[in-house]
């Protein structure tokens, strides 16, 4: 299997290339045991017209027709895993994802290449395709859904009287109001067709049967257990009742001061919409399975790191915030480690988690391009530079942060030095929100195109001992 860190040479080839080396090994250990094609296929197989998933099977020649559907940034390998073992016996698939690759194979399943952060036009054609394909359905057939994080931009499709537009407009604004993922949700998912549970009730109004499966990226989620086994509390996606309530989507409007800057039609819906606008809350008929959940990617990393024979501890799975305070935050955390031990003795691996975001009041303030894991690393260098041999690695676990082609940044204290030689202004990077450029030119951004995952942001800390 080829690397996850495609540009590991590049990386390894300047700076504190030790401390490097360490992270970038961590890091694959994880991605790799994250994919999602090789989780989906560990439980899931075909014996003649039966279908095994986990602890669960379905006798295939009892339906008429069985459909793949699927959205999300690991879609492509959560698709192609299904696709491959039903064969011939899938009838159709419809994939949405955000990044087509040339190692993504399909026999009967067409993927449309949606829009995400923002949502686009392909992404609604494809929606639209599959409503045709759910209203058409009836009982004997059967709906296999993959879904990732992701979904809400790239499954875009909004309910009448709100344009594309205005869901591209409100997802911008939200996304830039310093709002958290469940907030965003909560607006995201009261103006859709298809998110918040709204695909599965269309689903069951057919009578056909569902089968679910999902990777949770959502802070708080706890760590999967037995993924083969049925998971009963499953929330959330288009396929999976929702937790967020409409008023808690005017709750946000109001906290974040928003209601001029959102669409007219938006806040006119959310505003006034009665309760037969509200989103699904159960669907216990469903069977659902859960592969991974935003904490594994730091357990998976915590054991990767011990077998090294590192001293490695989880300092959290529900980090938020400011993405360039976190950065500053970690720098902290490792001079303190260096100069007295605490919270553990290096050499260690710190640990984390989450969503950590970027707030932006205008657009007029962005001068390049860049993403949360992106400033979290520039900002990591700049107080960084004190720490001798001290790397962080942050990146979104899918391989794409923010608006940028590439999954993160690595830093460690060499790189601030590396910036000013080369020309570079982190600190005016990290004001005009434009740390890809500045992180490329120094060869600090790390890259992986499709990781087969979706949890969130993934951090990694290393702070060697410092010799006597």
């Given at each position: 299997m080829a690397n996850k860190i495609q540009n590991s040479e590049q990386i390894l080839s300047h700076g504190d290339w030790e401390s490097r080396k360490i992270v970038l090994d961590i890091a694959e250990n994880v991605l790799r045991r994250l994919d999602a094609y090789r989780r989906i296929k560990s439980i899931m197989s075909m014996d003649g017209d039966v279908l095994h998933i986990g602890t669960k099977s379905w006798d295939l020649s009892k339906k008429r027709n069985i459909y793949l559907l699927g959205a999300g940034k690991a879609c492509n390998h959560m698709a192609m895993a299904v696709d491959e073992i039903l064969g011939d016996r899938l009838t159709r698939g419809i994939a949405i994802v955000k990044i087509?690759?040339?190692?993504?194979?399909?026999?009967?399943?067409?993927?449309?290449?949606g829009g995400h952060p923002l949502p686009n036009e392909t992404g609604l054609m494809a929606c639209k395709e599959i409503l045709g394909l759910v209203d058409s359905s009836g009982p004997d057939d059967l709906f296999i859904v993959v879904?990732?994080?992701?979904?809400?931009?790239?499954?875009?499709?909004?309910?009448?009287?709100?344009?594309?537009?205005?869901?591209?407009?409100?997802?911008d604004v939200m996304l830039k109001s310093g709002a958290n993922i469940f907030e965003i949700n909560a607006i995201r998912r009261h103006i859709s067709q298809m998110n918040g549970g709204m695909l599965a009730k269309r689903i069951k109004s057919t009578g056909a049967e569902l089968i679910g499966f999902g990777i949770s990226d959502a802070v708080g989620s706890p760590a999967t257990g037995d993924i083969g086994e049925p998971y009963l509390k499953y929330k959330g996606t288009p396929m999976g009742p929702d937790q967020t309530t409409l008023e808690e989507a005017r709750r946000v409007i109001r906290d974040y001061q928003v209601e001029d800057r959102l669409p007219k039609a938006v806040v006119d819906h959310i505003m006034s919409a009665g309760p037969e606008f509200e989103t699904p809350k159960a669907f216990p008929e469903n069977t659902y399975f859960l592969l991974n959940t935003l904490p594994d990617s730091c357990i998976y990393a915590k054991e990767a790191a011990e077998k090294m024979g590192l001293n490695a501890i989880i300092l959290s799975s529900f980090l938020e915030g400011e993405s360039r305070d976190a950065g500053s935050i970690f720098a902290s955390i490792a001079r303190e480690i260096q100069a007295y031990g605490n919270p553990v003795k290096a050499p260690c691996v710190i640990l984390s988690s989450g969503e950590t975001t970027t707030k932006i009041l205008s657009n007029s303030e962005i001068k390049g391009h860049g993403g949360p894991g992106q400033e979290l690393t520039a900002s990591f260098a700049i107080t960084a530079a004190k720490t001798k041999g001290c790397c962080m690695f942050s990146i979104d676990s899918e391989g794409t942060d923010?608006?940028?082609?590439?999954?993160?940044?690595?830093?460690?204290?060499?790189?601030?030095?590396?910036?000013?030689?080369?020309?570079?202004?982190?600190?005016?990077?990290?004001?005009?929100?434009?740390?890809?450029?500045?992180?490329?030119?120094?060869?600090?951004?790390?890259?992986?195109?499709?990781?087969g995952t979706n949890l969130c942001d993934f951090n990694i800390l290393y702070v060697p001992k410092i010799s006597e």
């Open positions: 087509s690759e040339d190692t993504d194979v399909f026999r009967k399943t067409e993927v449309f290449i879904i990732s994080g992701g979904s809400s931009a790239l499954m875009s499709c909004p309910i009448n009287g709100i344009s594309l537009q205005d869901e591209i407009d409100t997802t923010g608006t940028t082609p590439v999954a993160g940044g690595i830093t460690d204290s060499q790189s601030y030095k590396a910036a000013v030689d080369s020309g570079v202004d982190l600190y005016a990077a990290l004001r005009g929100h434009s740390c890809y450029e500045a992180l490329d030119k120094i060869g600090d951004v790390v890259f992986t195109g499709n990781t």
